[in-house]
């Protein structure tokens, strides 16, 4: 589902720096900034808080719009899964169904 959505919005994956290619001054930003096409987010807690997507190694910006329509994709499809149930989900039909996103 992420990857056909990413595809299907022409989503583009930003460039990540290694840790010391991050200049100095933008190490404490408090939001991404933008340096060149370059993306840069620095925070020694992890996480990046902005909507995004990971695939294999990239990661792929959304804008809210496009995480809400995403996301409202993911609660119905979650939705219809867990109502088939009956009651209860084991172990493997949760890892089935968490793998589908």
Known sequence: MRVAFVRAEKLQAVKILPEREIPVAEKHAAAPTELGDVFVWWNP??????????????IYPATDAQWNSFSAGVLAKVGANLQNAKGKVSFDQLVQITEQF
Do not use: M, S
Request: net charge positive; hydrophobic share 35%.
């Open 45 to 58: 807690k992890g996480g990046w808080p902005l909507p995004h997507f990971h695939l294999v190694d990239k």
